[in-house]
């Protein structure tokens, strides 16, 4: 499996890209050249130089810090995101497809009440009721995504609750956690992982989404998405304020993207290496 994900140049490529976004997030204060929050109302506007890489916005602040400051709302609350969702997910797929019945049925009216409301307006109605915070947002997203994460292992788990390794563990007695997350789990991980690699980029582009819109990240916190609402006003005068966050994150998720392909590649069962 990893023989064949390592032969896969784009996975590989794609692998590290990411992995410096999130060292670069992480060291952010070693690697900012300013102060992302320093305001300088007289360098308000100015151009590419040493001092500012990519100019400054609207108050004198440096657009490259705060672009290096901004991965750590944008890249890790989106990687918080998908772990809750997952996990959520993960649980009561896992409930509802080994042990079917009424377990099953409680479970998948609740998945079937959750899919049929528009996600975008279970995020606002949450944000509503709660107000607007990051915390909000991030449980916004998971409930609007666990039912169909559930959805998804349940229908796994149901194919391999009677496989032979499966029955054989209850015949020597084991017990039901022990199946669960000793032989079911493991055996639709690779499936998970995909999945939660292909949606990491719809979870960056919601919560950029919900910051642009005023209900995610608040100001002056540098987020990518803020960013972007705060660049709105400036785009035909100030064009670099903008564009770096706006191209940040089409190329951040179009690395997730094509991380997933590659991943379902690799682990794809039917694949047998000559």
């Given at each position: 499996?990893?023989?064949?994900?390592?032969?896969?140049?784009?996975?590989?490529?794609?692998?590290?890209?990411?992995?410096?976004?999130?060292?670069a997030?992480?060291?952010?204060?070693?690697?900012?050249?300013?102060?992302?929050?320093?305001?300088?109302?007289?360098?308000?506007?100015?151009?590419?130089?040493?001092?500012?890489?990519?100019?400054?916005?609207?108050?004198?602040?440096?657009?490259?810090?705060?672009?290096?400051?901004?991965?750590?709302?944008?890249?890790?609350?989106?990687?918080?995101?998908?772990a809750?969702?997952?996990?959520?997910?993960?649980?009561?797929?896992?409930?509802?497809?080994?042990?079917?019945?009424?377990?099953?049925e409680?479970?998948?009216?609740?998945?079937?009440?959750?899919?049929?409301?528009?996600?975008?307006?279970?995020?606002?109605?949450v944000?509503?009721l709660?107000?607007?915070d990051?915390?909000?947002?991030?449980?916004?997203?998971v409930l609007?995504?666990?039912?169909?994460y559930?959805?998804?292992?349940?229908?796994?788990?149901?194919?391999?609750?009677?496989?032979?390794?499966?029955l054989?563990?209850?015949?020597?007695?084991?017990?039901?956690?022990?199946?669960?997350?000793?032989?079911?789990?493991?055996?639709?991980?690779?499936?998970?992982a995909?999945?939660?690699?292909?949606?990491?980029?719809?979870?960056?582009?919601?919560?950029?989404?919900?910051?642009?819109?005023?209900?995610?990240?608040?100001?002056?916190?540098?987020?990518?998405?803020?960013?972007?609402?705060?660049?709105?006003?400036?785009?035909?005068?100030?064009?670099?304020?903008?564009?770096?966050?706006?191209?940040?994150?089409v190329?951040?998720?179009?690395?997730?993207?094509?991380?997933?392909?590659?991943?379902?590649?690799?682990?794809d069962?039917?694949?047998?290496?000559v």
């Amino acid at each position: 499996m990893w023989r064949r994900f390592l032969k896969n140049k784009m996975a590989v490529i794609m692998m590290g890209f990411l992995a410096v976004i999130a060292l670069a997030g992480v060291f952010a204060p070693l690697l900012a050249p300013n102060d992302p929050y320093a305001n300088d109302i007289l360098n308000k506007f100015a151009g590419i130089s040493f001092k500012y890489p990519l100019g400054t916005d609207q108050l004198g602040r440096c657009i490259l810090s705060r672009m290096i400051y901004g991965i750590r709302p944008t890249f890790f609350l989106s990687l918080l995101t998908m772990a809750g969702t997952i996990g959520l997910g993960c649980i009561l797929g896992l409930l509802a497809g080994y042990f079917r019945g009424p377990v099953d049925e409680i479970i998948m009216r609740a998945v079937d009440v959750m899919m049929s409301f528009p996600s975008q307006i279970m995020v606002f109605a949450v944000v509503a009721l709660l107000g607007v915070d990051v915390r909000n947002v991030i449980l916004a997203n998971v409930l609007i995504k666990w039912a169909w994460y559930a959805r998804m292992i349940r229908t796994n788990v149901m194919k391999y609750r009677d496989k032979n390794f499966v029955l054989f563990s209850r015949c020597v007695g084991s017990g039901e956690p022990f199946i669960l997350f000793r032989h079911l789990l493991p055996s639709i991980a690779s499936e998970m992982a995909v999945l939660a690699t292909l949606d990491i980029g719809w979870a960056i582009l919601n919560i950029s989404t919900l910051s642009f819109l005023g209900l995610g990240v608040q100001a002056p916190t540098p987020e990518w998405g803020a960013m972007l609402n705060e660049a709105k006003n400036v785009m035909t005068t100030n064009p670099v304020q903008m564009i770096a966050p706006g191209l940040a994150i089409v190329i951040v998720v179009a690395a997730f993207n094509l991380l997933g392909d590659a991943l379902r590649d690799a682990l794809d069962p039917k694949e047998v290496e000559v």
